[in-house]
Nanobody
C-alpha cells in the first residue's frame, strides 16, 4: 500500500482545513487508517484513527470535538476534517495504514505503511 497525504497549508487560528490521504491497491478496505502529527522538536503523536470496518473511531483528547476522521473505501481515501484550528495544531501530518487494525490504533509502531506527510501551519 502506498499512501499520499495532501491538503495541508497555512490557515489562521479558528479556520479549517481538510486533509486527504490517497491509498493505492485493492485492499484498502482491510486497513485501519490513522493520522499522526509531528511538530518541530517534538515526538510524533496520535491524532485520529478509524478501524478497517469503520466501526471504531478514536481521537486524541487534544483534537476531540474539532477534528473528524472519515474514509471512503470506494475511492481509497481517508480524510481528516480539521475545524477550529489552533496554533498548537501546527505540525507535519502523516497518514498511516495498519492491516486489519481494530484496537490499539493510537500506537504508531503498529502501522505498516506511512505517507510522506503534509504541513499544516496555523497562525495566531
Amino acid at each position: 500500500v502506498q499512501l499520499q497525504a495532501f491538503g495541508g497549508g497555512l490557515v489562521q487560528a479558528g479556520g479549517s482545513l481538510r486533509l486527504s490521504c490517497a491509498a493505492s491497491g485493492r485492499t484498502f478496505g482491510s486497513y485501519a487508517m490513522g493520522w499522526f502529527r509531528q511538530a518541530p522538536g517534538k515526538e510524533r503523536e496520535f491524532v485520529a484513527a478509524i478501524s478497517w470496518s469503520g466501526g471504531t473511531i478514536d481521537y486524541a483528547d487534544s483534537v476531540k470535538g474539532r477534528f473528524t476522521i472519515s474514509r471512503d473505501n470506494a475511492k481509497n481515501m481517508v480524510y481528516l476534517q480539521m475545524n477550529s484550528l489552533k496554533p498548537e495544531d501546527t505540525a507535519v501530518y502523516y497518514c498511516a495504514a495498519e492491516r486489519w487494525g481494530t484496537s490499539g490504533l493510537r500506537v504508531g509502531d503498529r502501522y505498516d505503511y506511512w505517507g510522506q506527510g503534509t504541513q499544516v501551519t496555523v497562525s495566531s
